[in-house]
Structures are given as structure tokens and as C-alpha cells.
């Protein structure tokens, strides 16, 4: 019998609540702590993972009975004390909704409190009230020391942060954060360099071309410039754009020939597993980048159907050499998906060309 994960909410659940009020209790020894606990508590259950969130600060801010100054000196003794770096977030959360007043003073803080966990999301607050000199404080956060704080600059910066309301002057214009870009293009912290790419590609939604400007004008012989690149142009890849193929070495017509090109089994009910298998045969006398992706036409409640790019590989293929490959996915229901009974085409795509094509049926 297998049992479901505890959903992400439960990270804050009543034995979190208790772990706070005493860490905060022994940095500051009036604190009330069944104050906090009872209004904490209330209604605890029918809360999201975030509105739990924003409930810890909200308590913490109605029990202390201190100034906001005073407020977060206590809770900078706090945060080295907070066992887990998803709860630390409540740190900004107070920050984003008590602080806004004091910028000098809170934007140290997140800059502070960020090391502990992630201000991303508070910062953005920040930068809808004033977003001239909060993308100055945060450009200079770029060039810090400290890998969390420079991932901060980009990630909290990102026009369309998940879980967040979307930067609309950034969507707009995305000169506004490139001097923050530019200054992280070749770190050296992978934790930084996921974020870049993310941001880039968020940008790639309205503004592709301005994204490939970008990157090619990059020194990409680094290494740790390369690997952002490839990240943050995957949607366009995906798409087939020709001029991101050409960033990451594969901009060229592939010459190879596709066969045995078949999805097994041929009918599925709703859970199980498909696979995808064919031979890519190189028709050149040069060793020539693929990427290899593949799309599924997903049936819609209409009929109709949608398509979903999926990567499969980016590799190599030596001078008329031969290479065997597949990949397999379970194709059940996801918070994203629904998945209806009838005929889903697969679509092998290479360099961005349709080379093939095989289906596979979803029975009621």
C-alpha cells in the first residue's frame, strides 16, 4: 500500500508554529508565546501553503509588541535559529508587509534574511513601489559575494516569478534588469545561473529577439555563460527558432535519417507508460550538434488537440554514425493537465524539423 507525500502546506503545520514561537522566545525572552500559537492556530487547516506563510508574519507582528526597527532586530536573531529554509521566507514576508516605509533599513534586511532562505518574492514589493532605486540596490546585490544575495538580483527581478505577481514595467522592457544579467553571465554558482536562465527565458516570452542579442553578444567559449545560454533559450529551441539552435552549435539543417520510429504500446489506459523509440542515422561527413525533442498532440475535451514540446536529447552524432534512442513517459493526470481518451500523435523533431511521426491511443 503506498501513501501519499504530506502536501507542501504541512510545512507549516502546528509542530513548525510551536518550533517558531520558541526560537523567537529565546531571542527575545517576552515574547507570547501562546499568543502567537492561538492566533497562529486559528483556521490553520483550510490555509495554502503561502497564506500560512503570511499568517506566521502576521501574528509575529501583532504579539511584538515593538516598533518595526526594533521588530527586525529580533527577527535577525531569529533566522539562524528557523530549521528550514522554505519557512524562513515568513522573515521577508514581514519585511514586504511592514517595511515598506523604511527602504534603507528593509532592503539590508532582505539582503540579510535572504541568505537564509529566499527574499524573491518580498523584494517585489519593493520593486513596485519604486523600481528605479530598488533595481540600483539590487544591481549592486548582483556583484555580492554571497551566491544567495546575487541570486536574489536576478531571481526577484524575474518578469514572471511563479507563485508571484508579474513586473509589468520589466515585461515591457527588459533593458531595465540588463546590467544585473550582464553582471551574473559567468558566475560561478549554479544556484545563481538556474536564475539567470529563468529570467531570460521569462523575458523570451515578448521579447526573443532582444533575449539573442543578448546572449550572442556573451563570451560564449565560458563555459558558465554557455550553460545559460542553453537554458535560457530551451523555449525557443523548443519553438525551432533557428537563430537559438544556432547559439548552442545546431542551427544547421540536420542531415541524418530517422527509422524504426515507432511509440510502444500502441494503446494505453490512463497511468501507464509509453515509449518512444527510433535509430538516427548521420547522413554527413562531419561530425554535426543535434537536439532532439519531441511533441505530443494532447486531445482536449473539444477533440481537438494541443501540442506539448518535450526535451529528449542534445548530443554529438559522429560522421555517418548511428545512434539508438528512446525515452519513456507515464502519461497520467497532473494539476496541469488532464488527459482525454483518443489518438495522440508524437512528432519527432530534430533541429527543429519534423522528421517523423508515430501515435499512441488513450482508451476511455
Not at 44 to 62: D, F, N, P, T, W
Not at 293 to 302: L, P, Q
Not at 304 to 329: E, H, I, Y
Request: net charge neutral.
Amino acid at each position: 500500500m503506498t501513501t501519499s507525500s504530506p502536501a507542501l502546506k504541512e510545512i507549516f503545520n502546528t509542530e513548525r508554529l510551536q518550533h517558531i514561537a520558541t526560537e523567537t522566545r529565546a531571542v527575545y525572552p517576552a515574547f507570547d508565546s501562546k499568543a502567537f500559537l492561538h492566533m497562529a492556530n486559528d483556521g490553520l487547516a483550510g490555509l495554502s501553503v503561502m497564506q500560512r506563510m503570511a499568517r506566521v508574519s502576521e501574528c509575529l507582528h501583532a504579539v511584538l509588541p515593538l516598533d518595526y526597527e526594533a521588530s527586525i532586530e529580533v527577527l535577525r536573531a531569529l533566522a539562524p535559529r528557523i530549521n528550514s529554509m522554505f519557512v524562513s521566507m515568513f522573515l521577508p514576508h514581514y519585511v514586504a508587509s511592514y517595511g515598506r516605509h523604511a527602504f534603507d533599513q528593509s532592503m539590508d534586511a532582505l539582503k540579510y534574511f535572504t541568505r537564509f532562505g529566499s527574499a524573491e518574492f518580498a523584494v517585489r514589493h519593493f520593486l513596485r513601489d519604486d523600481l528605479a532605486r530598488t533595481l540600483e540596490v539590487m544591481h549592486d546585490w548582483a556583484l555580492d559575494a554571497n551566491e544567495h544575495v546575487r541570486r536574489l538580483a536576478s531571481e526577484g527581478s524575474r518578469p514572471r516569478l511563479p507563485w508571484s505577481f508579474h513586473l509589468e514595467p520589466i515585461q515591457a522592457n527588459p533593458e531595465l534588469t540588463a546590467a544585473i544579467l550582464d553582471a551574473l553571465k559567468a558566475d560561478d554558482s549554479l544556484y545563481v545561473r538556474k536564475s539567470v536562465a529563468n529570467h531570460l527565458n521569462d523575458v523570451t516570452k515578448q521579447h526573443p529577439d532582444w533575449v539573442l542579442e543578448r546572449i550572442e553578444g556573451w563570451p560564449l567559449q565560458d563555459r558558465h555563460t554557455a550553460w545559460i545560454a542553453r537554458h535560457a533559450l530551451r523555449s525557443l529551441i523548443k519553438q525551432g527558432n533557428l537563430r537559438a539552435l544556432a547559439v548552442i552549435g545546431a542551427g544547421g539543417k540536420a542531415q541524418v535519417e530517422i527509422s524504426d520510429l515507432q511509440v510502444t504500446p500502441p494503446v494505453i489506459r490512463l497511468g501507464e507508460q509509453v515509449t518512444l523509440s527510433f535509430k538516427v542515422r548521420s547522413t554527413s561527413e562531419q561530425d554535426q550538434r543535434l537536439v532532439i525533442d519531441y511533441a505530443i498532440d494532447y486531445v482536449k475535451a473539444s477533440g481537438g488537440t494541443s501540442a506539448k514540446v518535450f526535451k529528449l536529447k542534445t548530443f554529438d552524432l559522429p560522421a555517418l554514425a548511428c545512434a539508438s534512442l528512446s525515452r519513456s513517459q507515464h502519461i497520467r493526470e497532473l494539476t496541469t493537465r488532464r488527459h482525454y481518451a483518443g489518438r495522440h500523435a508524437v512528432h519527432l523533431l530534430v533541429n527543429g524539423e519534423r522528421l517523423g511521426s508515430a501515435a499512441f491511443e488513450i482508451l476511455p
